[in-house]
């Protein structure tokens, strides 16, 4: 399995609501991440997670929560969201053993709409 | 701050010719990684290929090769023979040894002319 597998692939979420992404990969890499892409923008990074650890914060809002329960798993818990918000969001993973640096492995990414 | 630059918001390119994408960066660190990651249509982040800074030969992936002038900066991306599926967009990313913290440049959108 070479794949990072996002889901919903689009969701429509109120102001008010709670929902959540998820994000899943089998290929062994202890390094996952959250990137936010607005139409026509580079992918901006939010969060990194280094063997289940949340090692980078983008000074990310907190109405934007990550949790990271195993190392295949990678979530984004959504909360009290703004219009501004909408856009693409995108999880990627890598390997983390030591010397090796690879490039990232992305998923296909969750449309975010917020009305 | 690294900083990555994409000074060409779109080019365009015949089937079977040869187009050259430009990124320039800042940094002063010694040890890094260089990439160029394709963005279809479909959404998904695709890498294409990727230089390691200490290397002096350039990287080389079947029709992408790139020109890696670590004096100058300079991480241009050559696409040989284009074909209808190299359109999309195209970024240049920087990221530093033993650091999480891959940075992207704005992005080309590369169009493929039949």
């Known amino acids: 399995d070479t794949e990072v597998t996002q889901t919903p692939k689009h969701l429509v979420m109120g102001m008010t609501n709670k929902k959540s992404l998820k994000c899943e990969q089998h290929m062994g890499h202890r390094a996952m991440y959250w990137y936010k892409q607005k139409a026509k923008k580079p992918p901006e990074l939010m969060f990194v997670y280094s063997y289940e650890k949340l090692s980078i914060n983008e000074s990310v809002p907190s109405r934007f929560s990550p949790e990271c329960p195993n190392s295949s798993l990678l979530n984004l818990h959504l909360h009290a969201l703004q219009p501004e918000d909408s856009a693409l969001y995108l999880c990627?993973?890598?390997?983390?053993?030591?010397?090796?640096?690879?490039?990232?492995?992305f998923g296909s990414g969750t449309r975010l709409t917020v009305v | 701050a690294q900083t990555v630059t994409q000074s060409q918001p779109e080019m365009s390119v015949q089937e079977a010719e040869t187009v050259t994408l430009s990124c320039t960066y800042d940094?002063?660190?010694?040890?890094?990684?260089l990439f160029w990651y394709k963005q279809p249509p479909s959404r998904q982040m695709i890498l294409v290929i990727r230089q390691e800074a200490y290397k002096q030969q350039n990287a080389t992936e079947n029709r992408f090769s790139v020109n890696f002038q670590k004096a100058a900066k300079s991480f241009s991306l050559k696409i040989s023979d284009s074909q209808l599926g190299d359109a999309a967009m195209y970024f240049c990313?920087?990221?530093?040894?033993?650091?999480?913290?891959?940075?992207f440049g704005a992005g080309t959108r590369l169009t493929v002319k039949p």
């Open positions: 990627a993973s890598s390997q983390e053993d030591k010397g090796v640096r690879v490039g990232y492995t």
């Open positions: 990313a920087y990221r530093r040894y033993n650091n999480n913290d891959m940075r």
């Open positions: 940094t002063s660190e010694s040890d890094y990684y």
